[in-house]
């Protein structure tokens, strides 16, 4: 006989970047009702799970970590990173220095966790609030296509938390790349 197995994967994803560049509004837009603020006290990162049919034999069980404040500091603790499989960089597109800040996220991040192989975890890049007027920092921002690729990004998006812009997608790509790497 032929017994159909589920396999449940549980993937702890990180959304960083600098305060108020949406991460918030971000992980509540994509996971809707299902955000709990349960371990808000305990942890001290707020914490939100969506459950996924990846395919037929695969449910992902998606932990997105928030960091409620903490990103005023500029870096993170060990705790936070530990055993995470990848991560959202979210700047605000309206703000130049948050950008500017990327690569301190994705420095910290590369610096305090990588995959069992060694190797870094999948990033991906959201320029958050792509809803809003840019002032002009379209001309001050790099390529983000030849950006990413070179920073070693495995995509970046456009987002809008408030219009629901790219949201699902950028999240869909992070977790194509976490199941295909890992
Ligand atoms: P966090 O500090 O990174 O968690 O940022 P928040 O999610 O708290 O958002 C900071 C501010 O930006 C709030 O006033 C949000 O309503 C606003 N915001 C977040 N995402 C968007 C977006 O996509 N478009 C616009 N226009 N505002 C946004
Ligand atoms: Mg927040």
């Not at 197995?5 to 560049?21: F, N, P, S, W």
């Not at 960091?67 to 060990?78: F, L, S, V």
């Not at 995470?84 to 420095?107: I, P, Y």
């Not at 970046?156 to 812009?165: L, P, V």
Request: proline letters at 2%; aromatic letters at 10%; one cysteine or more.
């Amino acid at each position: 006989h032929y017994i159909a197995m589920q396999q449940e994967r549980l993937l702890k994803v990180l959304v960083i970047g600098d305060l108020g560049v949406g991460k918030t509004s971000i992980i509540k837009r994509y996971v809707h009702q299902i955000f709990s603020q349960h371990y808000r006290a305990t942890i001290g990162v707020d914490f939100a799970l969506k459950v996924l049919n990846w395919d037929q034999q695969t449910v992902v069980r998606l932990q997105l970590w928030d960091i409620a404040g903490q990103e005023r500091y500029g870096n993170m603790t060990r705790v936070y990173y530990r055993e995470a499989v990848g991560a959202l960089v979210v700047f605000d597109m309206t703000r130049f220095s948050t950008f500017q800040a990327v690569l301190k996220w994705k420095g910290d991040l590369d610096a305090k966790v990588a995959l069992c192989n060694g190797r870094p975890v999948p990033v991906v890049l959201l320029g958050n609030k792509c809803d809003q007027q840019r002032y002009g920092l379209c001309s001050k921002l790099p390529k983000l296509d030849t950006f990413s690729r070179e920073q070693g990004f495995v995509g970046w998006y456009e987002t809008s938390a408030k219009d629901d812009t790219n949201i699902e997608a950028a999240i869909t790509c992070l977790v194509e790349n976490i199941m295909s790497s890992s």
